[in-house]
């Protein structure tokens, strides 16, 4: 009992940490086998979550660890559940605006490039940049900022 | 046949010469070398014109607050003045001189029923004497014009430069809250009055820019839920879409002789520069390679691009001859400059400039490389220079919210252009056309 | 006739050349000299005319009392006054008068003197004469030797006291121009407002002409920019200065040698284009 207990608290501390979550399936029910990377939680209508917005350092396209294993795990729904995606890239208000576009767009076409390494037919993937044109947040601080420079995946 | 002079008439000569030359030396030649000065604004004058009072717009206000906002002139207040002459024959100059003044400016409107005609003129109070002399007239919708015509005519009298009161630009208004016309582009007055929305919609406008000849207008809109670039036609209102390529579509600038778009399209991988023949719909491309490459503005000639570009690793500014060249990097000082702007001599550019981490507005002198930064505001961006060369506008932030910024190219004088509703940015000074 | 001129043509021209000049330089320095001092002794020429003199002061005595006809307080004051000045005046006059004659009988009893001195010695002298001449001689080569050091030794005193007082005359001439020379830089510095389309390079040169109050009465551009807002606001700049009032207090022969006319050169060093 204590076992299963701490092996839950122990994934869920971990799945707070890296934000991801999987809808690894049943099999886990019958062992507490302890899941190192993802945590997964089913709702009633059986769907699952993913973090869709992926963030980035200033003046990069670099994606973060985490943003990898989101995206592959995106990449998974979508071999089984194909749709039509919409990859749009942001930058923050910084610097010039058609820079910022560009920028915008190479975060969106990292994590397309991503998706279609892991699988995903390319022609299912939109890709648009924003630039700074909509921010998510207002203000001018290094927080606003660094939750400006993203991609969401619509 | 000259007689040859005899040598006692020749010895007085002398002595009568040299005798004259040493009272002379016995005068000044005092010579002093004056090598520095200040940066006060002149003070001038501008007298309300008689037969002004109770129209529509006050003359006297806008010819004030234009040579004010230049930087360059300080307006003595109406209330100090102890007269209001209209001409030259009232006009005594001890008592200007008394108020402070440098200039005086008087004048005298008449309304010929169908149109206003104002005359005015300036004096040199200390030198006491007029200087200018002029009639100018517009339609009754025309006081604005009227006023800003005689400031110009002040402004280049007494600096030298053509004035830039009549001249108009283009911005970007985001009303930062949904609507259906949350993002605008705005024709206004160079001063801000008359803004006349050209373009409005929900979806994100940006990079306006102008054709030499004030025609014509480009910009980037994302009406269609991806950005795509257009021309719109003043007179007419009318819009054509000139791109609809995948990726980005951006940066659209006119060439100076207006027949070619320089722009960015990343349908071929990466951001690149390249040129469309606005006829034609010939592409071709600039630059080719896996960095970014945008932003581009032509030089003066028409045969270079300059343009922002990461391929030397941090954000530069280069050129790059359109018939064969490789890109030349321009700037070296700072870790970002990006969206240059050339002057309209061709000899500076402008551009956004990051320095200790902050973005300024800076200008570059092309043949030195020397560089010097023109604002003390920071988050600057997409500086404008006036068709005279002499100022920019540019976009900047003030109490959280987007305004627009005025310098002048010596960096000696700043102001804001306060908005009305939401952030404004992006501004286009047209050309004098 | 015109054969003649032609020959005679330099010298004419030279002539009247050289008369343009000398009247020209006179006039230039007509206004420079002082007015002459005040004649205060007319009792000099009073004395010669003593003769015919005599007459004036009872002739000024007369008229004075036709003055006391008159009822008005105020003028019998001022006719009191005059009278009691005239009464000065000519007790002066007959005091001056007095010590001519006493001077001029003096004169007449020592030329007497001198005379029957002469007769009497006459004899005596053509004697000693030879003797005192060589001693005379002597004496009076002698005495020029020494008047001859002493003027020398004089000479020299004042030969370098005038050089003393050169230098000293220069050192402060120099000074004066040295601290106007720092006065006007910054007077007109502190006015000069630049136009925008001024330039570094860019120069003009103005004439001022100054008079001892230090007002500048006189403002010419002799050598344009080529920008006329850049000469207007040169000229402007000095105009604005308008009076250098210190100079009020300058000795009026430095003021002529340095500061009546001034030579400006406007030289924006300090602009950041």
């Known amino acids: 009992m204590k076992k299963t207990y701490s092996a839950i608290a122990f994934a869920a501390a971990f799945s707070l940490l890296t934000g991801c979550a999987s809808n690894k399936n049943t099999d886990a029910s019958n062992a507490a086998v302890v899941e190192p990377t993802v945590e997964s939680t089913q709702s009633s209508t059986n769907t699952v979550v993913i973090d869709t917005t992926f963030y980035f350092e200033f003046d990069s396209a670099d994606l973060t660890t985490a943003a990898r294993s989101a995206l592959m795990l995106h990449a998974e729904q979508l071999a089984s559940n194909p749709r039509s995606i919409r990859l749009e890239g942001h930058a923050d208000e910084r610097g010039s605006r058609e820079y910022n576009m560009a920028l915008g767009e190479r975060r969106a076409n990292a994590v397309r490039d991503l998706l279609v390494l892991q699988g995903v037919n390319a022609s299912s993937i939109e890709t648009v940049s924003y630039g700074e044109e909509q921010a998510a947040e207002q203000g001018s601080s290094e927080m606003v900022w660094s939750k400006n420079r993203r991609v969401e995946l619509k | 046949m000259i007689k040859k002079l005899p040598s006692a008439v020749i010895k007085n000569l002398i002595v009568v010469v040299t005798l004259s030359l040493v009272a002379l030396q016995a005068s000044a030649n005092l010579f002093i070398e004056i090598n520095r000065g200040n940066n006060n604004p002149t003070p001038i004058a501008i007298v309300p014109f008689a037969g002004a009072n109770g129209l529509l717009e006050d003359i006297q206000a806008i010819v004030s607050d234009d040579l004010v906002r230049s930087g360059f002139f300080d307006s003595i207040p109406k209330a100090d003045m102890l007269a209001f002459p209209k001409s030259q024959a009232e006009v005594v100059y001890r008592d200007w001189k008394m108020l402070g003044a440098s200039f005086l400016l008087v004048g005298e409107l008449t309304n010929l029923g169908d149109k206003y005609s104002v005359r005015y003129q300036l004096f040199d109070v200390l030198a006491q004497k007029p200087i200018l002399n002029a009639t100018v007239s517009g339609g009754s919708n025309g006081l604005r014009d009227i006023a800003h015509a005689i400031s110009d005519a002040v402004y280049e009298k007494l600096t030298g430069i053509r004035g830039i009161f009549s001249t108009k630009m283009l911005y970007v208004q985001d009303l930062k809250r949904p609507s259906a016309s949350r993002y605008r582009l705005v024709y206004a007055d160079v001063d801000g009055a008359r803004p006349r929305v050209l373009l409005s919609g929900s979806q994100p406008i940006l990079s306006p820019s102008w054709s030499a000849d004030g025609k014509r207008i480009t910009y980037v ?11 719109m036609e003043l007179a007419t209102g009318r819009k054509t879409q000139m791109t609809n390529f995948k990726g980005l579509n951006g940066a659209p600038s006119f060439s100076p002789d207006g ?16 040129v469309l023949d606005i006829a034609s719909r010939a592409l ?17 000639d028409g045969n270079s691009v300059i343009f922002t570009s990461n391929r030397g690793g941090s954000v530069q500014i280069y050129q790059v001859n359109l018939q064969n060249g490789r890109p030349e990097r321009l700037t070296f000082e700072g870790d970002y400059n990006a969206r240059p702007r050339v002057s309209p001599d061709g000899k500076s550019l402008v551009m956004v400039h990051r320095s200790n981490g902050v973005f300024h507005i800076a200008s570059q002198d092309i043949a030195s490389g020397n560089m010097r930064i023109l604002t003390e505001t920071y988050l600057d961006e997409s500086p404008s220079i006036a068709p005279n060369g002499a100022m920019l506008l540019y976009a900047t932030q003030h109490n959280k ?7 002048s190219m010596d960096a000696g004088v700043k102001f804001r252009l306060p908005s009305t509703e939401g952030d404004v940015r992006e501004p286009a000074w047209a050309p004098y056309f | 006739m015109i054969d003649k001129l032609s020959i005679n043509a330099l010298p004419i021209t030279v002539s009247v050349l050289l008369h343009g000049l000398l009247i020209w330089v006179v006039v230039r320095t007509w206004g420079d000299m002082a007015p002459p001092p005040e004649f205060k002794q007319p009792e000099f020429v009073k004395a010669t005319l003593v003769e015919l003199k005599t007459k004036a002061p009872e002739r000024k005595v007369a008229p004075a009392p036709q003055q006391k006809v008159d009822l008005d307080a105020d003028k019998k004051l001022q006719a009191a006054k005059e009278l009691e000045r005239k009464a000065q005046e000519a007790a002066k006059t007959a005091e001056a008068k007095q010590q001519a004659d006493a001077a001029a009988k003096k004169a007449q009893e020592l030329k007497a003197a001198k005379e029957k001195a002469a007769l009497e010695t006459s004899k005596e002298k053509t004697q000693k004469e030879a003797q005192e001449k060589l001693k005379q001689e002597k004496l009076a080569a002698d005495r020029k030797a020494a008047e001859d050091a002493r003027k020398r030794q004089q000479e020299s005193k004042e030969k370098a006291l005038r050089e003393e007082e050169m230098m000293v005359a220069e050192l402060a001439s120099e000074e004066a121009v040295n601290s106007f020379t720092a006065i006007f830089k910054d007077r007109i510095a502190q006015k000069w407002s630049r136009p925008p389309s001024a330039r570094r390079g860019m120069t003009c040169e103005l004439v001022i002409q100054l008079v001892p109050t230090g007002r500048i009465v006189a403002v010419n551009i002799v050598k344009s920019s080529g920008n006329e807002a850049f000469d207007r606001a040169a000229e402007q700049a000095v105009r604005a200065v308008e009076q250098i009032p210190e100079m009020r207090d300058l000795d009026i022969a430095i003021f002529e040698k340095n500061f009546r006319t001034i030579h400006l050169l406007f030289n924006p060093e300090d602009l950041r284009l």
């Open chain 2, 259 to 274: 027949s070619r778009l320089a722009l960015v399209l990343s349908k071929d991988g990466s951001p690149d520069i390249y």
């Open chain 2, 401 to 407: 919210r987007g305004v627009l910024g005025a310098v």
């Open chain 2, 221 to 231: 809109s994302f009406e269609t839920t991806r950005p795509a670039i257009y021309i």
């Open chain 2, 284 to 300: 071709t491309r600039v630059t080719s390679d896996q960095y970014i490459d945008t932003e581009p503005n032509w030089s003066t």
